[in-house]
């Protein structure tokens, strides 16, 4: 079963950049977090159309 919900650390090494870079974007909203318990919790599907919509913008 696909993880739901990814830490700041997994999306990270998820999309190949710093953990500090993943922060900044949860800063700035460019990608939407939750707060579970007293950790922020990236959904996969945020993190997929995050992806998305870079290749979009980089391809046009």
């Given at each position: 079963?696909?993880?739901?919900?990814?830490?700041?650390?997994?999306?990270?090494?998820?999309?190949?950049?710093?953990?500090?870079?993943?922060?900044?974007?949860?800063?700035?909203?460019?990608?939407?977090?939750?707060k579970v318990g007293r950790g922020r919790r990236i959904p996969?599907?945020?993190?997929?159309?995050?992806?998305?919509?870079?290749?979009?913008?980089?391809?046009?």
């Amino acid at each position: 079963m696909e993880r739901l919900l990814l830490t700041p650390e997994e999306a990270a090494e998820v999309l190949a950049v710093g953990r500090s870079t993943v922060y900044d974007l949860m800063r700035m909203r460019l990608l939407p977090s939750v707060k579970v318990g007293r950790g922020r919790r990236i959904p996969a599907v945020v993190l997929r159309e995050f992806v998305d919509r870079l290749v979009a913008e980089q391809a046009s």
